[in-house]
């Protein structure tokens, strides 16, 4: 037999069941990736989990956070940002894996990625609401020059974030687009920590949070998330432009579920395309 017949099936749990948790827990309970089974979730209301996961039709525990890492290989996040070090840190310890979704959160929580350097567990960032990842990934194997971003969100998907409480910005009631922030992706991400991961991401991936630069928009005129980012380096100048289609949470975009689905099934496969 070969190897892949004998492979143990790869042990999920998902930290959080709000739009993109749901999203991927129907997903591969129906099997969907070869090779994967999810075991486990956890949610604030287990009460609401638990009838959730009845729909499923395969034996799935309702946990606390706490519990998750004896069930799983690999935990998803799927969480507030604040949570992150309690769902990742049993995991990193015992040398197992974590999908980040709330990227952001990991630029306040650097011990993280010591502690999986350390231990020998493994942090993955999936692509996200970010087309280009790969060539970004590949510019930064020589030298960028510069990475800006210029985020457009419809103003009920900004609502909320400290940076505009803070600063005492309202975007209510707007008829016209109103630029709300402007700076760099550590500043960005503090301030909008359940909206900029994509721009975190870009930072991870090219010349660090600090010398990523963002613009944000609060912009009545547009109904998706959308990100308009040029790169310039030594060996190409691109320009990418998405335009996200928000998910049941408007601060999420929908296409955050399918690519952790395209994640795992990259990591069960023999063969992968893209950097």
Known sequence: MSNTLNKKPL?????????????????????SVPGVVLTAVSAKNHEKAQQFVSTLGV?????????????????????????????????LKAQKQVIVLSVGALLFNQGLIDLAK?????IHVPTGALIGLDAVIAAAEGKIHSVRMITRKPPNGLAGAPHLLENNISVEGLTEPKKVFEGNARAAAKGFPANLN??????????????????????????????SIVVDSDSAKFTM??????????KTGRIVAPSVIALLRKMQSSFKVGT
Do not use: Y
Request: with cysteine; aromatic share 2%; glycine share 8%.
């Open 59 to 91: 034996p799935v525990k309702v946990l606390n956070l706490s519990q998750l890492e004896p069930e799983a290989d690999l935990v998803i996040e799927c969480a507030p940002a604040a949570l992150l070090p309690d769902i990742a840190t049993p995991f």
């Open 118 to 122: 350390q231990e020998g567990g493994i």
């Open 198 to 227: 994509v721009v975190v991401a870009l930072a991870l991936a090219g010349v660090g949070p600090e010398n990523t630069l963002l613009e944000i928009w609060a912009d009545p005129t547009v109904v998706r998330n959308t990100h």
């Open 11 to 31: 042990r999920i749990a998902i930290a959080g069941l709000g739009a993109i948790g749901k999203a991927i827990a129907i997903t591969l309970a129906k099997g």
């Open 241 to 250: 432009t998405m335009e996200n289609i928000p998910s049941e949470n408007p």
